[in-house]
């Protein structure tokens, strides 16, 4: 069932839809940088990890210093597509960090068509949305919200409000995304297909740090965490009874569609979280710090590997289990996805004679 799925850095044929360059001592024949279609775009090391152990194909890629280009970059091929991978740099985060970067990006490779933001998430669990740790949630529009808001929380935290719909819109994910979407979906949905999602986690089974671990433990939002590096302390008779038990699907991961938060800093205190989660015009499904960035100015999709449930319990213990689960799916979306409907979207970067770039609607100078 997996014969369509290509082998670990296998080694393949460009797509004869990029420019091939000439590859040294009869290495295969590599994109030039008008060749990469498809942006990845990490914020932590663990991720950028993960998201190399996704490519079938790993290329030297060309040289981009040239061009007053300050990040380092992964290339290679996952089904068909070339893919640009990068990381922000150690230390930084945020929403300015990571627009910086991708305009660094689309300086290089300006035949990019979507960017893929992959990685971790802080999770925002109901009963009615039984987020887990490891869970998959992707940006995908609800009611009139494009799948991610941006959320000021300094403003709320003053007294305000920390969500208003007139500055809070951001784009939806491009079209064509969400049209994959919903084969990624009905593959999903199908117990008697395999479970793709573990099979692409399966990349990195060598790799004991990225190991599912054993606790998964929300507390109830009124009960705070005991103090220490870990829950061991914590009262288990405050745990939430239904986070606690088995779920019915027949799959390693949950995947989750809906509406991200974003915002400039992290929410740690639960009264937040509860907030956005129980809004019915929101139910914000979790929460992030980079793609606020990016939403309005290029063509994006969000996936979000849930590694805490943004309360006082949090840890890093399932940061890289969480970076793992988010790569799988991009890459699983891109298996469905086809390279050549990816050639026929317009390039969201175009060089004008006036030495600026036109970046979705708006007029960026780079
Ligand atoms: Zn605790």
């Known amino acids: 069932m997996f014969s369509n799925i290509p082998p670990t850095n296998s080694r393949s044929q460009s797509s004869s839809a990029n420019k091939p360059a000439t590859g040294p001592g009869g290495s295969p024949p590599e ?14 090391q663990e991720e950028y990890t993960a998201a190399h152990a996704m490519l079938d194909l790993v290329f030297n890629g060309p040289e981009t210093s040239k061009r007053r280009d300050d990040n380092y970059y992964a290339f290679g091929k ?29 300086r290089s490779f300006p035949a990019l068509r979507f960017v893929l933001m992959v990685g971790i998430g802080n999770g925002a669990p109901t009963r009615e949305n ?47 995304l969400r049209a994959a979407q919903q084969e990624v979906r009905r593959r999903y949905d199908d117990p008697g297909l395999p479970d793709r999602l573990a099979a692409n986690m399966e990349r990195m089974a060598r790799r004991q740090d990225f190991k599912r671990p054993t606790q998964d433990r929300l507390y109830r939002a009124d009960y705070e965490h005991e103090g220490g590096p870990n829950c ?68 994006c999709l969000v996936i979000r590997g849930i590694c805490d449930y943004s309360d006082s319990h949090k840890n890093d213990e399932w940061h890289k289990y969480a970076a793992l689960s988010a790569a799988a799916y991009a890459r699983e979306l891109l298996s469905v996805l086809k390279p050549e409907k990816v050639d026929y979207q317009k390039p969201w970067a175009g060089l004008r004679e006036d030495g600026k770039y036109i970046v979705g609607y708006h007029l960026v100078s780079l």
């Open 78 to 106: 996952i089904y068909g597509h070339n893919v640009v991978i990068t990381c922000l740099p150690d230390g930084e985060y945020g929403t300015s960090c990571a627009a910086a970067v991708a305009k660094d990006m689309i």
């Open 232 to 299: 061991n302390d914590c009262n288990p008779d405050k745990l939430e009874d239904w986070n606690q038990k088995p779920r019915l699907i027949d799959r390693v991961v949950g995947v989750h569609y809906g509406i991200i938060g974003s915002s400039s800093s992290l929410i740690e205190r639960t009264e937040e979280r509860e907030i956005y989660a129980r809004d019915p015009d929101l139910n914000i499904l979790c929460f992030e710090m980079e793609a606020a960035g990016l939403m309005n100015m290029y063509p």
């Open 31 to 44: 994109p030039s940088e008008d060749g990469y279609t498809i942006g990845w775009v990490c914020a932590l």
């Open 130 to 176: 039984d987020v887990r740790l490891g869970d998959v949630v992707v940006s995908t529009p609800r009611g009139t919200l494009g799948g991610v808001v941006q959320l000021d929380l300094a403003n709320m935290r003053a007294g305000g409000k920390a969500y208003d719909r007139r500055i809070g819109f951001l784009s939806p994910p491009p079209r064509l």
